[in-house]
């Protein structure tokens, strides 16, 4: 490639550095987006595993029971009959501290004396103050890093609280990392004896499960046969990476969504950089046509427009990067919450950053542009070689192809709605489909905007005289280049709506689930460390007197656990409804009772719509839980809605429940009041009955929905954030695009001048242009949001999560689609209408 | 007998037109010997730019052959058409077409990068071009700091520096006025005779006809040679 034309693409760049900028801008912010969103969900999920890693040790396997634990006795009894296989017992639970509130400790209680060949850092021949750990009351070692970022001294105590129950330990000694192991990976762990955590997590004579080396030469069969036979059917052996693998599993949709969302705003931001490029090529076709005669060949035109995206993605990408890393400090705290709040207990201090996700934003942010570049470096290598060739024959083949590819727009639809119904759940052929149907929108916009221009043009013409008409007909004159703006606009615009529409709908769908499943007038539960699971229990005392209070009529209760099934781990829910004709479950094609009832007599359960869907169970599937019993197969006899937790959940009736599980504790009880009680009062009598023994949430029927509902708006600020992304892209997108449709235009707006136009006429002629292309765009980007809202909530949703969502169209939406393009439209009308009024007009005549 | 530069032979060219065609050439015949100073006129439209896209390879004829230099121009690939304009055809537009974004200079040496690494001796020529047109001191403008007629002359000079055997200017003097014009064309006239090359000019000046060794016409599609009085 010659120097010079690389000088010249330099120069050309030079001297449009506000469109410049704006596309460095629009890259860098789509880039941004998607390392940030990785970088957070990385950092998240790293920092479970570093974690999961420096618990589990060297561990390969682990025996566990049923969601009561062990019996402790079984340890003795395996340590005797296993041989060569170590094992060490384990007691683990978390903790919160109100040193640090928010924060989950994980408390892990193990003995000494087994350590030594899983977590050296607590083998009693390594570990300093043994003594101390062994018999002083709630003695604990904890991470050095942890002591000191808490400010705790080597002897002192720690108030924390355990399901809200206030308790204490005392930090006996610090503990390191080995060598070779993170030092975040003791982050927040606090070791007791065993028998210290059996009394402070209530978990007596109960082990949470036993850590195995196994050689590699065991046969496992063998092992997992006979440790069976050790406890009567009531344990299994897993191997120890499995259950850390399962949980990080359990966000998976989550994520994937996430860096979907992302990839969009990657999107908008290849338009922007199609967009830019494309200009550049119309606008100086002559030129391409002059180095074609002087024997420029089209390989090498081709690879001068995309060396100038180059030079357009190298800094957009890099600044990209760094506003991702940057963004990621923000959003990792976000993607830790939400995942805290539906899947996991995870503490992330820092962003940790990933060769690998900067590698991808370098291939996206470089790829995206080349991807986008190309069409347009194709376009200019198709410039015939003939000066002769005006653009005026460009926009007449392109006026007259309108139709064209807006019948190939319909023909694209067609087959993204194929692949949108394509059964199964391919979230990638979903996403595949809703690309396509953004590429058909593109591909129809000329058409449209032709259509827009023509109906525009007699109500311009009635409110603005002739200035009007000119605005309306120089939509059309250059259609070739404000069809390239008006689809990038309203894609970026109609993402914004999309997105927006998504959320709303499923608050909405999730506010009437609430309305109608909490049907009782108070609430008590003490805190959970994950907000939406709700797994703790109310200490026997509390639910005495509060059971007892004046005023309450009946008593809901709930038992929420977690559970074992041969698929991996799921929430149980164990209601009793004392309610008669209550309706807190509903039953896809079933009448409530009549499964409530079913669930009492027989062994039985149902099952929420997400889990059926991920496990592809049905009415008469049988699932097969791991009970205090051993496994024990549960008929499904209904399938329910809830939107509790993406990952679903399994209902089972009290009676049933007792009958295989050793637990007798509740997680939540809901009251019901008599009729005329004030409930506010009930509320505070409720509050004194309960006393200070244990931390609650008591909270009014409305109170709680409220929680709920700001629980899901926390799970969606992510979204929220990208959505706003999304619309800085989509405002930058308008705005590089117009100003640049109206600069290129200065020879056209210097001859109106020439020919008396005044300045004044002229500012009124841009903005109005640009305003009317700002409509336009807002008003094609309503039903293409629509499009994307709909394809979001019953295509993405169903195959990411199987709920079934309702579709609300929220005005404020649209209106704010139309505000956004409008703005963004006049503001990029301002530039150059005051550049152009102030020019010379004989300086823009000399300039061609 | 020398062979021709240019032998244009049976050369049909026709356009797409909505549902029909429109014949612009039909079956030209014609050659040009180098040196010649050749004028092409006709009436709007009757296909004189044709023609001189046909003679550069910028476009084929629907029947018939272009042969220059010796080459078939129908039997190159593209690339190679492209690659034999760089070397061998200097071009001279109506609008001046520089790059507005080189300067003076890098207009004139951009014909010579293209074909490879520019040295020394080139530079030097590309001064001494810029000098016979007038416009050393200007080496350093870029082309909207340049009147029409400095335009049109850094033009020339860009059309020769690369010392093709074949010059094709479609209309020179068309942006110009009677003076400029008039100078254009001097330097025109001068630096290809000085330099032997074969020129093609599509105009309606008739100062340049005068100049013309031979006046071609265009009519109805057929090339006609005119006794040069009756340009």
Redesign the interface.
């Known amino acids: 490639m010659?120097?010079?034309?690389v000088?010249?693409?330099f120069?050309?760049l030079r001297?449009h550095p506000a469109l410049m900028l704006l596309s460095i801008i629009g890259i860098a912010l789509g880039v941004a987006v998607v390392v940030s969103i990785d970088l957070a969900n990385g950092s998240a999920l790293r920092a479970f595993s570093l974690s999961a890693q420096g618990i589990t040790g060297k561990a390969t396997h682990q025996l566990l029971g049923g969601p009561s634990g062990l019996d402790d006795s079984l340890y003795v009894r395996l340590r005797r009959e296993l041989g060569p296989v170590a094992a060490a017992p384990i007691v683990e639970g978390f903790v919160t501290s109100p040193l640090e509130p928010g924060r989950a400790f994980r408390l892990l209680g193990v003995d000494p004396f087994a350590e030594a060949p899983f977590r050296s850092y607590v083998a009693a021949d390594a570990s300093q103050g043994l003594r101390e750990f062994l018999s002083s009351p709630g003695a604990a070692f904890v991470s050095a890093a942890t002591a000191d970022r808490l400010g705790v001294a080597t002897g002192a105590a720690w108030p924390i609280a355990i399901e809200g129950v206030p308790k204490q330990i005392v930090a006996v000694a610090r503990i390191e990392a080995p060598a070779g192991t993170p030092a975040r990976a003791l982050d927040d762990v606090l070791i007791t004896d065993i028998a210290t955590a059996q009394e402070l997590l209530g978990y007596s004579g109960k082990l949470s499960r036993v850590d195995l080396l196994v050689p590699d030469s065991t046969d496992l069969a063998e092992l997992a046969a006979h440790v069976r036979d050790l406890c009567g059917g009531r344990c299994e052996l897993r191997r120890a990476a499995a259950r850390s693998l399962m949980t990080t599993q359990m966000g998976r949709a989550f994520s994937l969504n996430l860096s979907a969302l992302s990839l969009l705003a990657l999107v908008v931001g290849i338009f922007l950089v199609y967009n830019t490029m494309t200009f550049a090529v119309v606008q100086r076709r002559?030129?391409i046509?002059?180095?074609?005669?002087?024997?420029?060949?089209?390989?090498e035109v081709f690879g001068f427009v995309v060396r100038e995206a180059l030079v357009l993605a190298v800094p957009a990408t890099a600044f990209g990067i760094a506003l991702g890393v940057l963004l990621a400090t923000e959003l990792v705290h976000l993607v830790t919450r939400t995942i805290n709040d539906l899947y996991f207990v995870v503490n992330v201090r820092e962003v940790s950053l990933d060769v690998q996700t900067i590698a991808k934003g370098v291939v996206l942010g470089l790829g995206a542009t080349l991807l986008a570049a190309l069409a347009p470096a194709w376009e200019a290598t198709r410039v015939?070689?003939?000066?002769?060739l005006r653009r005026s024959s460009s926009e007449a083949a392109l006026a007259r192809n309108a139709g064209r590819l807006a019948f190939g727009g319909v023909a694209l639809a067609a087959l993204a709605t194929a692949l949108l119904a394509w059964p199964g759940k391919n979230l990638l052929v979903s996403y595949m489909g809703l690309f396509g149907v953004l590429l058909a929108a593109a591909l129809a916009t000329p058409a449209a905007t032709r259509a827009f221009a023509l109906a525009a043009r007699p109500v311009a013409a009635r409110i603005f005289g002739v200035v009007g008409r000119m605005a309306a007909r120089g939509i059309v004159a250059s259609l070739t280049r404000t069809s390239i703006a008006l689809a990038a606009l309203m894609i970026a615009v109609a993402t914004t709506v999309g997105v927006g529409i998504m959320v709303h709908s499923f608050r909405r769908t999730v506010a009437d689930w609430l309305a109608a499943s909490l049907e009782s007038d108070i609430f008590v539960q003490p805190p959970s460390l994950i907000s939406r699971k709700g797994d703790s229990t109310l200490l026997p005392s509390v639910v005495e007197r509060v059971a007892s209070t004046e005023g309450v009529s009946s008593i809901n209760t709930i038992r929420n656990r977690r559970i074992r099934t041969l698929d991996g781990e799921i929430d149980l829910h164990v209601p009793v409804l004392n309610r008669p004709g209550s309706r807190v479950y509903r039953f896809q094609k079933q009448e409530s009772g009549d499964v409530m009832q079913k669930l009492e007599r027989e062994q039985t359960v149902a099952i929420t719509e997400p889990y059926a869907f991920h496990h592809d169970l049905g009415v008469g599937s049988k699932l097969e839980i791991m009970t205090d019993r051993g496994h024990e197969s549960f008929r499904i006899i209904g399938i329910y809605a809830d939107y509790a937790s993406d990952e679903g959940g399994v209902l089972m009736s009290r009676n049933v429940y007792e009958r295989h599980f050793e637990d007798r504790r509740i997680s939540a009880m809901a009251l019901v009041a008599e009729p005329g009680v004030d409930l506010a009062a009930l509320s505070e009598k409720v509050r004194q009955r309960a006393g200070t023994e244990q931390a609650l949430h008591i909270r009014l029927n409305r109170e709680l929905r409220e929680a709920s509902l700001s629980i899901f708006d926390r799970t969606f600020a992510i979204t929220q954030v990208l959505r706003l992304l999304s619309m800085g892209v989509a405002f930058v997108g308008i705005l590089s695009a117009l100003m640049a449709l109206a600069l290129e235009r200065a020879r056209e707006l210097a001859i109106l001048r020439a020919v008396g136009l005044l300045p004044r006429q002229l500012v009124q002629l841009v903005t109005l242009q640009t305003s009317l292309m700002g409509l336009c765009a807002g008003l094609l980007s309503i039903p293409l949001g629509i499009a994307l809202a709909f394809i979001l909530v019953f295509v993405i949703n169903r195959r990411s999560f199987g709920w079934t969502l309702e579709l609300a169209l929220p005005a404020h939406v649209m209106i704010e689609a139309i505000a956004l393009s409008l703005l963004a439209a006049l503001l990029a009308g301002i530039y150059p209408s005051w550049k152009m009024a102030r020019a010379h007009p004989a300086a823009a005549l000399?300039?061609? | 007998m020398p062979e021709p530069i240019v032998t244009l032979r049976a050369v049909t060219k026709t356009y797409r037109e909505g549902a029909g065609e429109r014949m612009v050439l039909a079956g030209v015949d014609a050659s040009f010997e180098a040196g010649e100073f050749i004028v092409l006129v006709g009436k709007s439209g009757s296909g004189k730019?044709t023609l001189l896209?046909l003679v550069?390879g910028?476009?084929l004829p629907s029947q018939g052959d272009v042969q220059v230099m010796g080459r078939l121009l129908g039997s190159l690939s593209?690339?190679e058409r492209?690659?034999f304009?760089?070397?061998n055809?200097g071009?001279i537009?109506q609008?001046y077409?520089l790059?507005?974004?080189?300067t003076v200079e890098?207009n004139l040496?951009?014909?010579l990068?293209?074909r490879g690494e520019v040295n020394a001796d080139d530079r030097g020529r590309a001064r001494e071009l810029l000098e016979d047109v007038g416009l050393s001191t200007r080496s350093d403008s870029f082309p909207?700091e340049l009147s029409g007629g400095e335009q049109q002359r850094v033009a020339v000079a860009?059309a020769l520096v690369h010392e093709p055997l074949l010059v094709l200017a479609d209309e020179p003097t068309g942006n110009l006025d009677d003076q400029t014009g008039h100078e254009v064309l001097d330097l025109i006239d001068r630096l290809t005779r000085q330099k032997r090359r074969t020129v093609v000019v599509v105009t309606h000046d008739r100062d340049l006809i005068e100049r013309a060794d031979r006046v071609f016409a265009l009519e109805r599609g057929r090339l006609f040679e005119r006794p040069k009085a009756s340009g």
Request: with cysteine; glycine share 4%.
């Open positions: 010659s120097t010079l034309l000088r010249s693409s120069r050309h001297r002559p030129l046509g002059t180095l074609r005669c002087l024997g420029v060949t089209r390989s015939p070689p003939s000066i002769t000399r300039e061609d | 730019s896209h550069s910028i476009d593209e690339e492209t690659l304009r760089r070397r055809v071009f537009f609008a077409n790059i507005p974004t080189l890098e040496l951009l014909p990068e293209l909207d860009r």
